[in-house]
């Protein structure tokens, strides 16, 4: 079988690029156009071609990416191809041979491969050249212009030149055009002679051609303009769609936490009505005004509880209308905490015990004293409520000088809390089933904690462990004083 055979498809079998070299189809050489789809492909198709030219002794030089010089270069050492070898190999980067920094020019382009050339083609060197061309920020005149005078340069001469093209990268005017300037097409398995290669098309180019051409680069410019313009809008328009199904997300969420909410509270808010009710009734009933010490307690009990789940409900709704004003100002932490504490125990007649750790007298926190002592308030009760009998609660802070933040802990030796329920206490009205079932609440506190803090341009948190115990840590902006500042404000601190 010829090798013109091969190269006119009038066999069926595929010609290669090696059995096309092996056929010796041009004696002279030949100048190919590879456009390339699968990378391996390409790599595998490259290092054949240069190994064949060691193993007769040809010149061989590379105009590609350095990613692809090691590949080849791993893949000839594991063929055998031993390191002495491998320098015979003349490489070149293609960015800078092909100037992608800048717009591509075929004049300068042209003239470099002809001092590449020229040595090896006046010792009568036989030379194979393997490259990328780039064509990135290249005019599709330009190009034609640099193939055709490749083309012209190549005929005659000892050299195998395959000019590759990324064909995934590269525009289908491109491919059209460079396949009218190279004698050969190959693809990554097979290759044939170009069906549109003819000797009219190395001829100058006219002008009505050049015209053209440029008329085909504008459209093109206009229609990848289009496409990105496309990319973006479809972008756009996944991201809404992202955050439209979020909000659905999120509103039923909302719905189903609104649900629990209004099913717990209805029995909630019932609960002590009918003990005041009840008590009322009682003592209304008893002329002998017994037990009547026990029972006013009972409906003060009452009525406190119903006034705090109502006085939670207000405060929250008011915070998720966003109707909560703050007033940021400079307060002295421990003379605060001592405050919120005193007064947590005022009506709270737990056992538990709550100590301030070495508070130093020189911290203050900006803040909003009336959302602050609510903060620290809803902490403490919950650190006393679901505490073990006689449990301790431990407030302390820490001051983070790189970021002028004052973190506050609040530690307790209670319940503990299940880690998979962490992220979830501080949604509204989310409460743990065995809180539940043994306090009362509304599953808002926490919920508070966090509006509150992040309008303080704070952070909260939380660590625990089942059984052993929870720290709450909210961090606000805090400072530190020197000894004469905190002299100047000791009165302030003491009113
Ligand atoms: P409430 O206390 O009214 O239930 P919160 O929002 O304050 O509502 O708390 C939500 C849930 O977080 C509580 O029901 C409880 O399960 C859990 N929790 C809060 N603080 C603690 C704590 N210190 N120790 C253990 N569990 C806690």
Request: overall charge negative.
């Amino acid at each position: 079988m010829s090798a013109q055979d091969y190269a006119s498809g009038v066999n069926k079998e595929a010609l290669t690029l090696q059995k096309l070299i092996d056929n010796r189809l041009d004696s002279n050489g030949a100048h190919i156009l590879y456009m390339f789809n699968e990378y391996d492909k390409y790599i595998n198709n490259a290092t054949d071609f240069i190994a064949g030219g060691i193993d007769k002794a040809d010149k061989v030089i590379l105009v590609e990416s350095q990613e692809f010089i090691d590949a080849v270069k791993e893949k000839l050492l594991l063929k055998g191809y031993s390191n002495n070898q491998l320098e015979s190999i003349s490489y070149i980067c293609n960015s800078d041979y092909y100037f992608s920094d800048r717009k591509f020019n075929a004049e300068d382009s042209f003239q470099n491969l002809v001092k590449i050339l020229k040595p090896h083609i006046d010792k009568k060197q036989m030379t194979r050249i393997w490259g990328q061309v780039l064509v990135e920020n290249s005019l599709v005149y330009e190009l034609r212009m640099y193939e055709c005078e490749c083309d012209k340069f190549l005929g005659g001469e000892s050299i195998l030149a395959v000019c590759s093209y990324n064909s995934l990268t590269t525009s289908s005017v491109i491919q059209t055009e460079m396949l009218k300037v190279h004698k050969y097409l190959m693809i990554d398995d097979q290759i044939v002679k170009s069906p549109f290669y003819h000797q009219n098309h190395l001829l100058t180019i006219s002008n009505s051609e050049r015209d053209r051409l440029l008329k085909i680069e504008r459209e093109n410019k206009m229609l990848k303009k289009k496409n990105q313009r496309l990319l973006v809008d479809k972008a756009r328009q996944k991201e809404r769609e992202q955050h439209l199904k979020l909000a659905k997300v999120n509103a039923e969420k909302a719905n189903y936490m609104k649900n629990i909410f209004l099913s717990q509270m209805s029995h909630d808010l019932r609960t002590p009505l009918n003990t005041i009710q009840g008590y009322s009734q009682i003592m209304l009933l008893d002329n002998h005004k017994k037990n009547y010490q026990y029972n006013v307690q009972k409906i003060l009990y009452a009525s406190k509880h119903l006034l705090q789940l109502i006085e939670e409900i207000l405060d929250f709704s008011a915070m998720e209308s966003g109707k909560i004003s703050i007033n940021l100002e400079e307060i002295h932490l421990k003379t605060f905490l001592n405050h919120c504490v005193s007064s947590i125990f005022d009506t709270n007649n737990s056992d538990i015990t709550v100590e301030i750790e070495n508070m130093d007298d020189a911290i203050f926190i900006e803040a909003d004293p009336l959302r602050l002592n609510q903060v620290i308030t809803n902490l403490l009760n919950n650190a006393i409520t679901y505490n073990k009998p006689s449990g301790k609660v431990c407030i302390y802070a820490e001051y983070d000088t790189n970021n002028e933040e004052m973190k506050l802990y609040f530690q307790d030796t209670g319940i503990g809390i299940q880690s998979d329920e962490l992220e979830l206490i501080f949604e509204p009205f989310y409460r743990s089933e065995t809180c539940m079932s043994k306090w009362k609440g509304t599953g808002l506190g926490l919920a508070i904690v966090a509006q509150l803090t992040k309008l303080m341009n704070g952070k909260y948190g939380v660590i625990s462990e089942v059984g052993i115990g929870t720290t709450f840590w909210v961090s606000l902006k805090g400072l530190v004083l020197t000894k004469r500042s905190l002299d100047d404000k000791q009165t302030v601190i003491n009113k």
